[in-house]
């Protein structure tokens, strides 16, 4: 089985502050990690993933995020945020031989004040 | 460049009555197309990934039923079914490269609103 725990519902933030968003994931084997944002009325765009590697990956927009097998992290940052980031954000697992199906987390509504 | 198109975008749903909807896939290279549902909150939950054309699967959740079939190379439907009243629901497809390659690509999705 495998699941995606985002325990942030809502985060309201400034502009110009740094942003972090958590995530931790339940799974018995090495995940892949995604990272989505869906701006409203627009489709899931795709921000970062971790496949292996480097713990820290870059994705677009300038968001990056850390890889922690520790504590089956894997959060998202940005500093600075910008009010444009305001959207919400998915934390995806596939595991592996899955294929196309993702678990996602509930989302996390993100909100910054200019 | 849309890489999926869906439609209809919204609808209405006489309670009781099924619905057909499309998702087109713009580019062949990613073959692998998948539908999932999405509840008032947001929350994503994976129905089916159909790989090649004949490919058919039915499943049945709480509060509908499912009907997904690979038609050809570039479309897939969802039959969407037994909806129960009152309810909002988003079905969005989308298509990938397979199994541990990377991202997905999302459409924009499909409102349902059961009368």
């Known amino acids: 089985a495998q699941s995606v725990d985002q325990p942030d519902a809502h985060v309201t933030l400034s502009e110009g502050a740094s942003l972090e968003l958590r995530c931790s994931y339940s799974?018995?084997?090495?995940?892949?990690l995604f990272w989505y944002v869906q701006y409203p009325g627009q489709s899931l765009q795709f921000l970062l993933k971790?496949?292996?590697?480097?713990?820290v990956v870059k994705g677009t927009k300038g968001f990056e995020a850390e890889f922690r097998k520790s504590n089956s992290s894997f959060n998202l940052k940005k500093s600075p945020a910008h009010w444009s980031d305001s959207a919400k954000y998915f934390c995806?697992?596939?595991?592996?031989?899955?294929?196309?199906?993702?678990?996602f987390g509930k989302g996390a509504k993100l909100t910054v004040s200019p | 460049v849309t890489l999926l198109e869906q439609n209809p975008r919204w609808r209405l749903v006489p309670r009781g009555q099924a619905v057909n909807l499309r998702c087109i896939l713009k580019?062949?290279?990613?073959?692998?197309m998948s539908w999932y549902q999405q509840d008032l909150q947001k929350q994503l939950q994976w129905l089916f990934t159909?790989?090649?054309?004949?490919?058919?699967?039915v499943k049945s959740l709480p509060g509908a039923d499912y009907l997904a079939t690979r038609v050809t190379d570039t479309e897939l439907r969802l039959q969407v079914a037994n909806m129960s009243q009152g309810r909002t629901l988003y079905c969005t497809c989308s298509a990938g490269l397979g199994a541990n390659t990377g991202q997905l690509y999302f459409g924009e999705g499909s409102k349902l609103t059961v009368l």
């Open positions: 580019n062949s290279q990613y073959p692998w």
């Open positions: 799974y018995s084997a090495a995940p892949y």
């Open positions: 971790y496949i292996t590697g480097d713990t």
């Open positions: 995806a697992l596939e595991g592996q031989g899955t294929g196309s199906k993702l678990s």
């Open positions: 159909l790989r090649s054309p004949g490919d058919k699967e």
